[in-house]
C-alpha cells in the first residue's frame, strides 16, 4: 500500500545572525529534493561567493518597495538597515510542487508568516555559547566590525523572542542539529491535523477492504 501523500509543510528557521540558520538550510535541502530553500528578496549588497537568484533575489529598494506595494511579499522586514522579504511565489511554487518551504528569516518575518499563514511550523535556532557566536560570525568574514556589532545587538532582540517559537535547537555540533531537524519535520508531516481529510480517507478505505476481506471468506463483521 502507498504511505500516506504528506502535505507540503511551512518551515520557518530564525534565530540570532551567526546561529548557522543559512548552514543547515542549505544542508537539508542538499540533502532532501522534498525541501525547498526560500530564496529571500533583499536590498543588501551581494557578499563575495552570493549568487542572484540563488543566495538571494538582490533588488534595490525602488523594486524591493514595488513589490510590497503589489502585494507580493509574503512578509518583509528591515534588519540592518537593509529590506528583506519572502516573494509570496517561493510558497506557491512549493505548494504546486507538493514541497516543503524552508524559510530562513528573522523574528520580525516569523511573525508575519505566523499571521498569514497560521499552520507554519517555527523552529528557533540557538548558538552553543556567546563566544561560538562571535568565533563564527568573524569566521564567517562576511562584515567589518562595525556591522558584526550591530549583528550582535540585534541576537538580543531575536533571543528574546525565543518563546514565541514551537521547537528550539542548539546548533553546536552541524551533523546533530540536522539529525534533530529531520526528526522534528518528519513528526510534523505525520500529524492527524497537518494530513487532513488524507488519514480519514485512508483509514475509510481500509475498512472497506476487511469488509470486502471478510465478504470473500463468506464472513461478516
Ligand atoms: P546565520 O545564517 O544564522 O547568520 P550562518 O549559517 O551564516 O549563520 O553561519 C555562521 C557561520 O558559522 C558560518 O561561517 C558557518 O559556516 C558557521 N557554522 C554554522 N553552523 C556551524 C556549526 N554547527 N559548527 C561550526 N560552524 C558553524
Ligand atoms: P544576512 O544578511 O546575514 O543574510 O541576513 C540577515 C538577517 O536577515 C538574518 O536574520 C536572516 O534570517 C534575515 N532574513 C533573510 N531573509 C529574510 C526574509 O526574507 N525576511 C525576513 N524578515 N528576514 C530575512
Given at each position: 500500500?502507498?504511505?500516506?501523500?504528506?502535505?507540503?509543510?511551512?518551515?520557518?528557521l530564525?534565530?540570532?545572525?551567526?546561529?548557522?540558520?543559512?548552514?543547515?538550510?542549505?544542508?537539508?535541502?542538499?540533502?532532501?529534493?522534498?525541501?525547498?530553500?526560500?530564496?529571500?528578496?533583499?536590498t543588501?549588497?551581494?557578499?563575495?561567493?552570493?549568487?542572484d537568484?540563488?543566495?538571494?533575489?538582490?533588488?534595490?529598494?525602488?523594486?524591493?518597495?514595488?513589490l510590497?506595494?503589489?502585494?507580493?511579499?509574503?512578509?518583509?522586514?528591515?534588519?540592518?538597515?537593509?529590506?528583506?522579504?519572502?516573494?509570496?511565489?517561493?510558497?506557491?511554487?512549493?505548494?504546486?510542487?507538493?514541497?516543503?518551504l524552508?524559510?530562513?528569516?528573522?523574528?520580525?518575518?516569523?511573525?508575519?508568516?505566523?499571521?498569514?499563514?497560521?499552520?507554519?511550523?517555527?523552529?528557533f535556532?540557538?548558538?552553543?555559547s556567546?563566544?561560538?557566536?562571535?568565533?563564527?560570525?568573524?569566521?564567517?568574514?562576511?562584515?567589518?566590525?562595525?556591522?558584526?556589532?550591530?549583528?550582535?545587538?540585534?541576537?538580543?532582540?531575536?533571543?528574546?523572542?525565543?518563546?514565541?517559537f514551537?521547537?528550539?535547537?542548539?546548533?553546536?555540533?552541524?551533523?546533530?542539529?540536522?539529525?534533530?531537524?529531520?526528526?522534528?519535520?518528519?513528526?510534523?508531516?505525520?500529524?492527524?491535523?497537518r494530513?487532513?481529510?488524507?488519514?480519514?480517507?485512508?483509514?475509510?478505505?481500509?475498512?472497506?477492504?476487511?469488509?470486502?476481506?471478510?465478504?470473500?471468506?463468506?464472513?461478516?463483521?
Open positions: 500500500m502507498q504511505d500516506l501523500r504528506v502535505p507540503s509543510l511551512l518551515v520557518v530564525a534565530g540570532p545572525s551567526g546561529a548557522g540558520k543559512t548552514t543547515l538550510a542549505r544542508l537539508l535541502i542538499t540533502r532532501h529534493p522534498d525541501f525547498l530553500f526560500s530564496v529571500s528578496a533583499t543588501r549588497a551581494a557578499r563575495a561567493g552570493e549568487q537568484g540563488v543566495d538571494y533575489h538582490f533588488l534595490d529598494r525602488a523594486r524591493f518597495e514595488e510590497v506595494r503589489t502585494g507580493e511579499m509574503l512578509e518583509y522586514a528591515e534588519v540592518h538597515g537593509e529590506l528583506y522579504g519572502t516573494p509570496r511565489y517561493n510558497l506557491d511554487v512549493a505548494r504546486e510542487r507538493g514541497q516543503h524552508l524559510l530562513d528569516i528573522d523574528v520580525q518575518g516569523a511573525r508575519q508568516v505566523r499571521r498569514v499563514e497560521p499552520e507554519v511550523l517555527s523552529i535556532l540557538l548558538p552553543p556567546g563566544t561560538r557566536v562571535v568565533e563564527r560570525l568573524r569566521g564567517r568574514g562576511s562584515e567589518d566590525e562595525d556591522e558584526l556589532r550591530q549583528r550582535l545587538a540585534t541576537a538580543e532582540a531575536e533571543l528574546r523572542a525565543v518563546s514565541e514551537e521547537y528550539v535547537l542548539v546548533n553546536d555540533e552541524l551533523e546533530e542539529t540536522t539529525r534533530r531537524l529531520k526528526s522534528i519535520l518528519a513528526s510534523e508531516e505525520r500529524k492527524v491535523a494530513l487532513g481529510k488524507e488519514a480519514v480517507e485512508r483509514a475509510n478505505r481500509l475498512i472497506s477492504e476487511i469488509r470486502r476481506a471478510l465478504n470473500e471468506r463468506g464472513d461478516t463483521l
